[in-house]
Nanobody
Framework: QVQLVESGGGLVQAGGSLRLSCAAS????????MGWFRQAPGQEREVVAV????????YYTDSVKGRFAISRDNAKNTGYLQMNSLKPEDTAGYYC?????????????????WGPGTQVTVSS
């Protein structure tokens, strides 16, 4: 199994930046695809970005393209989500998740392990 812990959330003004980190336990992290999801109050959890286990394939939802960047450092068992040019509509709880099949896919049910989440609030 894998344990995930997110960090880096907080309050930021519109136009600012945050970098979220996802620290994973276990030596198999490097073979897992990793995704970031977010959920705002009253809304469904949506995929934000996904990166394959090799880091050679990524997915971004349209609303964050050009602003967010997903990356991973398998040697450190850590994934990242760099968020730039933040907008109030980015306000949500952000969750890191991994799945054993290491290719990029977006359905939530395909992810095997989830972190507890970190809150990102963007003020206007």
């Amino acid at each position: 199994q894998v344990q995930l812990v997110e960090s880096g959330g907080g309050l930021v003004q519109a136009g600012g930046s945050l970098r979220l980190s996802c620290a994973a336990s276990g030596r198999t992290f490097s073979t897992y695809a990793m995704g970031w999801f977010r959920q705002a109050p009253g809304q469904e959890r949506e995929v934000v970005a996904v990166i394959s286990w090799r880091g050679d394939s990524t997915y971004y939802t349209d609303s964050v393209k050009g602003r967010f960047a997903i990356s991973r450092d398998n040697a450190k068992n850590t994934g990242y989500l760099q968020m730039n040019s933040l907008k109030p509509e980015d306000t949500a709880g952000y969750y890191c998740a991994v799945k054993r099949w290491g290719v990029v896919t977006t359905p939530r049910h395909e992810y095997d392990y989830w972190g507890p989440g970190t809150q990102v609030t963007v003020s206007s």
